[in-house]
């Protein structure tokens, strides 16, 4: 076997001996093309949810991760050049689509998470449905998602940043400390260092920019504070994010 956890890299011989030598798990991750301030490329989402979902695959044994879904839900930022958004049902249904793809195969549990905060409502109704078509079946379906786990992943990030001495006052994460330290250690030639910038700051309602979109409240796309940015806080913040993921998985599977 190759020393990989994704699926796209193997054939499907190869994924075959994966299944006969127990591995049952699919990661599933929903992420974006969209703008990250001035400083981020647009595929920024999309490099993150790799980066965590390897992890989380590695992390939990026996599982793999599917190929990153792109583009998401990102009407919001629309306002900004080379952003793409696609309708909600179509991303519920590209989900469904990969499930519904694997489950034949025998793969039986399947851990879906977002790393754009767009897609966290789509994403938890595509999980209600999968349970539902699934529910006869020996099939698992361990979703982090809805605007409580949002709010709680952008907790855990803006966490491991502070625990390095890297505080910023806001209450939603876009293209600001943490993002821009995970692309610093993961795609160090993708980020204009000289453009880091600050963007919206403090007591944030996260409804109101998806109602208003991001330009009409931080004109350089970013909410939260860049210039602090540094691999070593990417570096932990890709860690503990994992590990709260993984371990979120482990208790909604059982393992």
Known sequence: MKDTVLLEELSWPEVQAALEAGVRTVVIVVASIEQHGPHLPTVTDTAIGQAV???????????????????????????????????????????????????????????????????????????????DEFAARNVRIAAYAGRAALLEMMQVMNGAAEALGARQDVDALH???????????????LVARDRLERGLMGRIDTSELFRRGMRAMTPNGIVGDARAATPEIGAAVLERLSDHLAAFARRELGA
């Open 53 to 131: 979902g390897e992890r989380v695959a590695r992390k939990l044994g026996h599982a793999l991760l599917a190929p990153v879904i792109r583009p998401g839900c990102s009407d919001h930022h629309l306002a900004f050049p080379g952003s793409l958004s696609i309708p909600r049902e179509t991303l519920i249904q590209t989900v469904m689509a990969y499930v519904r793809s694997l489950t034949p195969h025998g793969f039986l549990n399947f851990v879906l998470f977002s790393s754009h905060g767009g897609n966290f409502d789509a994403l938890e109704e595509a999980a209600r449905r999968l349970r």
């Open 175 to 189: 293209a600001e400390l943490t993002e821009t330290s995970i692309m610093m250690a993961r795609h160090p030639a």
